[in-house]
C-alpha cells in the first residue's frame, strides 16, 4: 500500500527565504505526483502535477522535482511572500484510481 | 467555467438524519471522486465514479453510497449520519482515470452532533 509522507508538518520562515518542502512514497511505481495548496477552510488549489516520465516542472516561484527511483518529490518555493503562508499537500497516483496524499506542510511566511 | 461547486457550505445533522451532498463540474471530465479530510488523517477516498452509470468504492466507503446518473453531477449520500462522519467533504474530478491533474471542490463542513 501506498504511504505518502511530508517532513516537515510544519515550518515558519521569514519573507523573503527560498525554502523547500519535501514529500516521500514508498511505491516508486506512480503514475504522477501533485503538489497542492490549501488554505484554512478552504479547498485544495493545484499547484503542479509531474508526470511519471518528468524530472521537473516550474510555475513562477514554484519549482517541484521528482526523482522516482528514491521515492521522493520537493517543492521548492523562491522568494516566499506573506501571501504564501498556507498548507501545501503532496499526492501520488498509482496505477488504479486513488490518490495517496500525504499529510501536509503548514507553512508559514512571516513579514 | 465554475469548476467543481459543492454545496451546502456547512450542515450540521443530528444523529439517524440523511443527507445529500451535491457535487457538480462543467469541464467535462470523467471522473469524479469523494474525499473526506480529518484531523490527522489527510484526505482519505470515500468514493469515486469513471463515467456516468459507473461507481467505486474508495477507501472510506461504508454509511455513504454515491450514484453517477449525468457525467456533471455525483451527490454523496449519508444513509443514517453518525458522529463518526463529521468531517470535511471534497469533490474533485480530473479528465479521466490516466495521469490528468485533479481540481477540488470548495468543500463542506459537516458536524454531526
Known amino acids: 500500500k501506498q504511504e505518502v509522507t511530508q517532513i516537515p508538518a510544519a515550518l515558519s520562515v521569514p519573507e523573503g527565504e527560498n525554502l523547500v518542502l519535501n514529500c516521500s512514497f514508498t511505491?516508486?511505481?506512480?503514475?504522477?505526483l501533485q503538489w497542492f495548496r490549501q488554505d484554512p477552510g478552504k479547498g485544495l488549489t493545484s499547484l503542479l502535477l509531474?508526470?511519471?516520465?518528468?524530472r521537473e516542472q516550474t510555475s513562477g516561484r514554484l519549482n517541484a522535482s521528482l526523482d522516482k527511483s528514491s521515492g521522493r518529490s520537493t517543492l521548492y518555493i523562491a522568494a516566499s511572500q506573506p501571501g504564501d503562508s498556507a498548507t501545501y499537500l503532496c499526492?501520488?497516483?498509482?496505477?488504479?484510481?486513488?490518490?495517496?496524499f500525504g499529510g501536509g506542510t503548514r507553512l508559514m511566511v512571516k513579514p | 467555467n465554475a469548476g467543481v461547486t459543492q454545496t451546502p457550505k456547512f450542515q450540521v445533522l443530528k444523529t439517524g438524519q440523511s443527507m445529500t451532498l451535491q457535487c457538480a463540474q462543467d469541464?467535462?471530465?470523467?471522473?469524479m471522486s469523494w474525499y473526506r479530510q480529518d484531523p490527522g488523517m489527510g484526505l482519505r477516498l470515500i468514493h469515486y465514479?469513471?463515467?456516468?452509470?459507473?461507481?467505486d468504492q474508495g477507501e472510506v466507503p461504508n454509511g455513504y453510497n454515491v450514484s453517477r446518473s449525468t457525467t456533471e453531477d455525483f451527490p454523496l449520500r449519508l444513509l443514517s449520519a453518525a458522529p463518526s462522519q463529521t468531517s470535511v467533504y471534497f469533490c474533485?474530478?480530473?479528465?479521466?482515470?490516466?495521469?490528468?491533474?485533479?481540481?477540488f471542490g470548495p468543500g463542506t463542513r459537516l458536524t454531526v452532533t
Open positions: 469541464m467535462n471530465h470523467e471522473y
Open positions: 499526492a501520488v497516483k498509482n496505477a488504479g484510481n486513488m490518490l495517496t
Open positions: 465514479s469513471v463515467g456516468a452509470g459507473i461507481t
Open positions: 511505491d516508486s511505481a506512480i503514475y504522477n
Open positions: 509531474i508526470q511519471s516520465s518528468q
Open positions: 474533485a474530478s480530473r479528465k479521466g482515470t490516466g495521469g490528468y491533474e485533479q481540481y
